[in-house]
């Protein structure tokens, strides 16, 4: 396992690498800690700003190409930069089930699973867990 190939990208992709891995630590840390406290709180509004960095700086992000210089990744972004507003408004008029079922299905959609297909043979996160 070597750094070397996500340093050697470019800021945007490190920027949005890091930031999904931030992303996922934190976001299972609050799937696992209680809920609805100040800690809780204060660790959802981080999670939400590195959501919206990784979101956001997929759009300056075009290795694969289908439309244009985008991808149905993009398509992943538009749905988090929707859904995050969604999740805190639940939260905020306390529609609690609604939240975490919102943000829950955004950590496995967008982290879990769109995580698993940056491991694929080719990708930049593969060279860095398994090696050039």
């Not at 920027?15 to 406290?37: N, Y």
């Not at 979101?55 to 988090?80: E, K, M």
């Not at 805190?88 to 943000?103: D, E, F, G, Q, Y």
């Amino acid at each position: 396992m070597t750094l070397a190939p996500l340093l050697d990208a470019s800021p945007v992709i490190q920027i949005h690498a890091f930031a999904a891995i931030a992303a996922f630590a934190v976001g299972a840390v609050q799937l696992a800690a209680p809920k609805g406290t100040v800690p809780h709180r204060t660790i959802g509004w981080v999670w939400v700003v590195l959501m919206l960095a990784v979101s956001i700086a997929s759009f300056f992000i075009h290795a694969i190409r289908l439309w244009g210089p985008w991808s149905p990744i993009h398509l992943l972004s538009i749905f988090v930069l929707v859904m995050l507003p969604l999740g805190v408004m639940h939260a905020r008029r306390s529609r609690i089930s609604a939240h975490s079922r919102t943000m829950t299905l955004m950590f496995i959609g967008a982290l879990v699973i769109a995580g698993a297909f940056t491991f694929m043979p080719g990708r930049i996160m593969h060279q860095v867990a398994f090696g050039p």
